[in-house]
């Protein structure tokens, strides 16, 4: 047996004594956990360990760090860019927040919320849900993604327009160090200016600076009434033009601009036919719009009616399908969560892009990027949608009608490089949702400067000196990064 060997069985030994011989599981019982959402990233690990409390998390944290041994946290494991799959050597221990998912208080005096790490989002929507109170965290995977997973993602979804992306919906934190120490940050305050925000640097860090133990959140009052409607377009830019006047006409009651093309639309009709579409596809352009109002559901229609009817006297809005039920509104949020992905899968799948630009700027970004990809890949189909009101658009490309995903998929590097340069030309973010993780690692010396990578890696050197928290996520191993830095801009 070598040393590393002997090693690697006594940090075994020694989790099974913190959390019992259940909670670290390792061969076909790990299996489930090492591989990611896409299917397309497969890692191994040394073990997985499940702590069931912060205490023992710090306990994992303190076993590895005399080990030597990297820690990949992971959550409910729905990220799109790898951050919680291990690399291919199966020296880190995977962590599983999952058992920390108590929700431990509730203040509706501050309006807060203080629950766990691995509580899944859905479950904590629930929770406020039941205290009367809204917590708008909103995304399609709502089901199985957990609150550490959202924070340390920074994730968005569907109500940033309104309420802001995680980083805003969070009062305080509690979060293990890479030390094993627990720092307990679990302030419910609104104002707090004493020192750096340390809160916010992990938020967003992808599981690279601490583990995020506990998190107390923000609520919002439960609107009364909602109305949601499906609007269509003659052109993108008219798109932006009522985006602009439904926030003044709206005000913070706008709560949700999902614009959707009719490329994206056309999928829906072509292989998801149990899911009708509410408008003909006569307009190159859709947004799914929702008015959330706090006076009540003749209030909320008539401010709808005023000001989608003014936007189709001046010409902006062509076609209408307006919500009449909560079934309706469902359907059609059921088109934008469900139906539009299984459309792109059953399509034989596309290749992804999660970027933003300024929202002044998406016409000329949407326009250009079609021109350059058509230009180098005649016939790829650009099915874009998301979130318009944030400038987020998901800008996946599909194979040529007369071709093939194997083709498409052939050519991915170069296609993500077309798209993400334009992103770039356009005063964009290569990911503005979905993290950077291991997927897009490689990418960010092709577009942030140096000073900024510099700085990240200071940080990192600060939090975690040993390299041990999700190493090889967000920036590459030290040596790596300053190869692939130099020279690379688009
Ligand atoms: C159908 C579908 C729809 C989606 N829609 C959206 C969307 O609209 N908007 C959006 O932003 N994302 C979306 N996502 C992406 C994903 O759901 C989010 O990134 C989510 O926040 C990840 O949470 P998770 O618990 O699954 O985290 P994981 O996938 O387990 O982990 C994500 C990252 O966070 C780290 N991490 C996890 N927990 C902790 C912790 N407690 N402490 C420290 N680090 C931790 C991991 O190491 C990893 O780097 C979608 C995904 C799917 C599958």
Redesign the pocket.
């Known amino acids: 047996m070598t040393d590393s060997t002997h090693d690697d069985a006594s940090l075994i030994t020694a989790l099974r004594q913190a959390l019992g011989d259940a909670h670290v599981l390792a061969g076909a019982d790990a299996a489930g956990y090492l591989t990611d ?1 896409h299917g397309r990233l497969t890692g191994k690990a040394l073990a997985v360990a499940r702590p069931a409390d912060t205490a023992q998390v710090a306990q994992v944290v303190h076993l590895c760090r005399t080990h030597g041994t990297p820690i ?9 860019m790898g ?2 799959t291990p690399d291919g050597t199966g020296r880190a221990v995977l962590l599983s ?1 999952g058992r920390l998912n108590r929700i431990r208080a509730i203040d509706t005096d501050n309006d807060t919320l203080t629950v766990e ?1 691995g509580a899944v989002l859905a479950q904590v929507q629930q929770a406020a849900r039941d205290a009367q109170r809204l917590f708008p965290l909103s ?3 709502e089901g ?3 609150i ?3 924070l ?2 920074n ?4 109500q940033v327009l309104r309420y802001g992306n995680a980083r805003e919906l969070v009062l305080g934190l509690e979060v293990v160090t890479a030390e094993g120490d627990i720092w307990n940050g679990l302030r419910g305050l609104r104002k707090d200016n004493t020192g750096y925000a340390l809160r916010d640097l992990y938020v967003g860090s ?2 690279t600076l ?4 506990a998190a107390t959140l923000r609520l919002h009052p439960l609107p009364r009434a909602q109305h949601t409607a499906l609007l269509a377009f003659g052109c993108i830019r008219d798109a932006v033009a009522f985006l602009s006047q439904a926030r003044a006409g709206f005000g913070a009651s706008l709560t949700a601009f999902e614009l959707i093309s009719d490329t994206a639309l056309g999928l829906i009709a072509q292989h998801v036919p149990e899911q009708p579409l509410p408008l003909a596809l006569k307009a190159p352009w859709f947004a799914l719009v929702e008015l959330s109002d706090s006076e009540g559901e003749e209030h909320a229609r008539q401010r709808f009616e005023a000001v989608v009817g003014q936007a189709f006297e001046d010409g902006l809005v062509t076609d209408a399908a307006i919500a009449e039920s909560l079934q309706q509104s469902q359907a059609l949020w059921r088109l934008r969560d469900q139906a539009l ?1 299984e459309a792109q899968r059953r399509d034989g799948g596309n290749i992804k892009h999660d970027i933003s630009v300024p929202i002044s700027r998406i016409p000329d970004f949407v326009a250009a990027t079609a021109a350059l990809l058509q230009a180098r890949f005649p016939g790829v189909r650009p099915v874009a949608f998301g979130h318009l009101g944030d400038g987020n658009l998901h800008y996946n490309v599909s194979h040529a009608p007369d071709g093939t995903p194997a083709q498409l998929f052939a050519q991915e590097d170069a296609i993500h490089e077309v798209v993400h340069d334009s992103v770039h030309a356009h005063g964009g973010s290569i990911s503005a ?3 950077v ?1 291991q997927t897009k690692r490689d990418l960010l010396p092709r577009y942030k400067s140096p000073i900024e990578l510099a700085l990240m890696r200071r940080l990192k050197q600060a939090f975690d000196p040993l390299g041990l928290l ?1 190493p090889g ?1 967000v920036l590459g191993h030290a040596a790596e990064s300053l190869t692939a830095e130099q020279g690379q801009t688009p």
């Open positions: 959402q990949v946290p992971q959550g409910g494991n729905t990220g799109l951050g919680a927040l790490a995304l399609g995977s199985s993604c957990t550490g997973g959202n340390s993602t994730a968005g979804g569907t992808e599981g601490g583990i995020i133990t992905g949702e979905h993290g993780g999700n996520k």
